[in-house]
């Protein structure tokens, strides 16, 4: 089984300042990925950055990266230079690779805020 | 590009009707999923499909059942609805030949009174 734990429900952070979402994984699996998606008010889910397992760089999409800690089992997501749009509810999740068609397990979210 | 369509958006239903929710994947995804998100939740799994059979479930009741058709487009059947089947139900494709990303549609928000 596989749990993704986002300890964080609410985050504030001023405009310009970069900020670190927390998320912590469980997983038996010896190959997983870890995601992040961001979900506006409007509902959609929008993808912002994926870590394979046996990555060895952390990853890193614009203002977007990923803080890769495998001993620890944690994949903290960090936006640098926060922008009015980023406020959003953000959500980690982690798949699996067995089988055909591998499910995603979400965290509970993180409500970000951003701030004048 | 083309992105994952679901339709309806909006669906109103009342206790104890049925609703059905459409979903077109992406062209030459060979592999589909719905999630079910309730008001404040994070999504679940409900089941998926890979080359047109079902190839995983999770926790979706028996009230519901899914298929994927032969143009891989797939349907998501829900009978006697509950004020609990409320939600935003996405549909994502992948297709097994890419690493890794599943793209979600815009979701259906079903509201049942």
């Known amino acids: 089984a596989q749990k993704i734990t986002q300890t964080q429900p609410g985050m504030f952070v001023q405009e310009k300042e970069a900020v670190t979402l927390d998320c912590t994984y469980d997983?038996?699996?010896?190959?997983?990925?870890l995601f992040w998606y961001k979900q506006p008010s409007s509902g959609e889910m929008i993808f912002l950055i994926y870590?394979?397992?046996?990555?060895?760089q952390n990853a890193t999409e614009g203002r977007y990266s990923l803080n890769f800690q495998k001993a620890r089992k944690s994949a903290n997501l960090v936006i640098s230079a926060s922008q009015l749009g980023d406020s959003a509810m953000y959500f980690c999740?982690?798949?699996?690779?067995?089988?055909?068609?591998?499910?995603?397990?979400f965290g509970t979210g993180t409500r970000l805020q951003v701030t004048l | 590009a083309a992105g994952v369509i679901q339709s309806p958006r909006h669906l109103i239903k009342e206790k104890r009707e049925t609703a059905t929710l459409k979903c077109y994947p992406i062209?030459?995804?060979?592999?589909v999923y719905w999630y079910q998100q309730g008001p404040g939740q994070d999504p679940q799994f409900l089941i998926s499909?890979?080359?047109?059979?079902?190839?995983d479930k999770g926790s979706i009741p028996d009230r519901f059942s899914a298929q994927q058709f032969s143009d891989y487009h797939s349907e998501l059947n829900m009978s006697s609805l509950e004020l609990g089947d409320s939600a935003l139900y996405f549909c994502?494709?992948?297709?097994?030949?890419?690493?890794?990303?599943?793209?979600f549609g815009p979701g259906t928000r079903l509201t049942v009174t």
């Open positions: 994502a494709s992948r297709t097994t030949g890419q690493s890794y990303e599943q793209y």
């Open positions: 997983t038996s699996d010896q190959s997983y990925g």
């Open positions: 870590q394979g397992s046996y990555d060895e």
């Open positions: 999740a982690m798949r699996g690779y067995t089988g055909t068609a591998s499910k995603l397990t």
């Open positions: 062209p030459r995804h060979d592999t």
């Open positions: 499909f890979y080359e047109k059979m079902q190839s």
